[in-house]
């Protein structure tokens, strides 16, 4: 049974609105709605001082969704607006992130140092990393899942979550079909393949269905696909962030705790200029940079085995000197790496002791280091970040 805006309508005027008074539909509250795969989206405009307060609106508004007769799922956000005049509110200058030299279970952490967490805010995940890039089409998902099994190659438990909305490619470079399992409450129980647990907004709808949403729709998507999925325990989450810097890329970079960033470009000048721009982003949200990877450095001919900059070399590594990062590796364009991308079958996971996969595994390890240095305890395996 299909599902109409209609329906969903109709519904939600049976939600009262603030303060009791008339029903969130008619009061203007409801944004367009959006369906896809029976499951339904959209968003509520409240008053920005009243956000918090009206969280249990937003419930309601879920709720009342989720019994429609057809509906498998039902995706709600609130979207703070300000009176005509009013000024935005202040938002408060983060504070750099610290390292917490703490143990196993919160204890205290070297003298001057604050106390420790055990966990960083996601619980069971010991560390976050973010794979990004200042543009799109420049090798950062099929980057992020190889780093991601070298990682894991290295003996950590590791997670990959696919924080590209509008364009998820988790599902396909790691050859993963089906459906979340909804677990008790609002859980989901990730999908998995290769040893590694993995989330995408590519499980929720087909492969062609266009993501038309704005801003806050998106924020809240990805809060539940970071905070309601069972990870278990995981010492690494590689998220792989949507390309660009924009509203979404910032919010995501300011709300999850990361524990520091990968950068991928390509060598070309062009392509620099929109690397800086998320160093910079991650920068202004005190993430510490991990480092720079220069993917489709180099092109070797498998027919004659002459070696071709075709994009030019070693940009991304002068860059690294210029701005005081840690320089993690050169990745050749190479058709095995396309090939076993596109096939869902990844070349660190399927042929770990080839040429390309070795790359991969150089770079995990060079990530691995730049974490425990940035941990300052050589005694833990991985680092944990503290914001207060």
Same mark, same amino acid.
């Given at each position: 049974m299909?599902v109409?805006?209609?329906?969903?309508?109709?519904?939600?005027?049976?939600v009262?609105?603030?303060?009791l008074?008339?029903?969130?539909?008619?009061l203007g509250l409801?944004?367009?709605?959006f369906?896809?795969?029976a499951k339904?989206?959209?968003?509520?405009?409240?008053?920005?001082a009243?956000?918090q307060?009206?969280?249990p609106?937003?419930?309601?508004a879920?709720?009342?969704?989720?019994?429609?007769?057809?509906?498998?799922g039902?995706?709600?956000?609130?979207t703070?607006?300000?009176?005509?005049?009013a000024?935005?509110?202040?938002?408060p200058?983060?504070?750099?992130?610290?390292?917490?030299?703490?143990?196993?279970?919160?204890?205290?952490?070297q003298?001057?140092?604050p106390?420790?967490?055990a966990?960083a805010?996601?619980?069971?995940?010991?560390?976050?990393?973010?794979v990004?890039?200042?543009?799109g089409?420049?090798?950062?998902?099929?980057?992020?899942?190889n780093?991601?099994?070298?990682?894991?190659a290295s003996?950590?438990k590791?997670?990959?979550?696919d924080?590209d909305?509008y364009?998820p490619s988790?599902p396909?470079?790691?050859g993963i079909s089906?459906?979340?399992e909804?677990?008790?409450?609002?859980?989901?129980?990730?999908?998995?393949?290769?040893?590694l647990?993995v989330?995408?907004?590519?499980f929720?709808?087909e492969?062609d269905?266009?993501?038309?949403?704005?801003g806050?729709m998106?924020?809240?998507?990805?809060?539940?696909?970071?905070r309601e999925?069972a990870?278990?325990e995981?010492?690494?989450?590689?998220?792989d962030?949507p +390309?660009?810097t924009g509203? !979404?890329?910032?919010?995501?970079?300011?709300n &999850?705790? @990361?524990?520091g *960033?990968?950068? %991928?470009?390509?060598?070309?000048?062009?392509?620099?200029?929109?690397?800086?721009?998320?160093?910079?982003m991650?920068?202004?949200?005190?993430?510490p940079v991990?480092?720079?990877?220069?993917?489709?450095?180099y092109?070797?001919c498998?027919?004659?085995?002459?070696r071709?900059?075709?994009?030019?070399?070693?940009?991304?590594?002068?860059?690294?000197?210029?701005?005081?990062?840690?320089f993690?590796?050169?990745?050749?364009?190479?058709?095995?790496i396309?090939?076993?991308?596109?096939?869902?079958? +990844?070349?660190v996971?399927? !042929?770990?002791d080839?040429?390309?996969?070795k &790359?991969? @595994?150089e770079i *995990?390890?060079? %990530?691995?280091?730049?974490?425990?240095?940035?941990?300052?305890d050589?005694?833990?395996?991985?680092p944990e970040?503290?914001f207060e």
């Amino acid at each position: 049974m299909s599902v109409s805006k209609e329906d969903v309508l109709a519904k939600l005027k049976s939600v009262k609105g603030p303060d009791l008074e008339g029903n969130i539909v008619d009061l203007g509250l409801v944004s367009e709605i959006f369906i896809a795969d029976a499951k339904v989206y959209f968003s509520l405009t409240v008053p920005a001082a009243r956000a918090q307060e009206l969280e249990p609106l937003r419930e309601a508004a879920e709720r009342a969704a989720k019994t429609i007769s057809g509906v498998k799922g039902a995706m709600v956000a609130l979207t703070a607006s300000r009176e005509p005049g009013a000024a935005p509110a202040a938002s408060p200058r983060p504070e750099p992130p610290r390292a917490a030299h703490a143990h196993a279970h919160g204890a205290q952490g070297q003298p001057g140092q604050p106390q420790g967490r055990a966990k960083a805010d996601v619980p069971g995940i010991s560390t976050i990393i973010a794979v990004a890039s200042g543009k799109g089409g420049v090798g950062k998902s099929t980057t992020a899942v190889n780093l991601a099994l070298g990682l894991q190659a290295s003996g950590l438990k590791v997670g990959v979550l696919d924080a590209d909305i509008y364009g998820p490619s988790m599902p396909r470079l790691l050859g993963i079909s089906g459906r979340p399992e909804q677990l008790e409450g609002r859980m989901l129980k990730p999908m998995e393949n290769y040893g590694l647990k993995v989330m995408s907004m590519g499980f929720m709808v087909e492969e062609d269905t266009p993501m038309i949403w704005r801003g806050p729709m998106v924020m809240s998507a990805l809060n539940q696909m970071l905070r309601e999925v069972a990870w278990g325990e995981l010492d690494v989450l590689v998220v792989d962030m949507p +390309p660009g810097t924009g509203d !979404a890329q910032l919010t995501m970079a300011q709300n &999850v705790p @990361l524990a520091g *960033a990968v950068i %991928v470009s390509t060598p070309q000048d062009l392509a620099l200029i929109d690397a800086r721009k998320g160093i910079n982003m991650f920068n202004k949200v005190n993430v510490p940079v991990l480092g720079i990877v220069e993917n489709m450095s180099y092109f070797v001919c498998p027919d004659c085995g002459g070696r071709h900059d075709i994009f030019g070399h070693g940009g991304a590594r002068d860059e690294a000197t210029r701005i005081g990062v840690p320089f993690l590796g050169e990745v050749p364009l190479a058709m095995p790496i396309r090939e076993t991308s596109d096939a869902g079958r +990844p070349v660190v996971a399927t !042929a770990a002791d080839g040429p390309h996969a070795k &790359v991969y @595994l150089e770079i *995990a390890a060079r %990530v691995r280091a730049r974490l425990e240095e940035l941990s300052g305890d050589g005694a833990r395996v991985m680092p944990e970040i503290v914001f207060e």
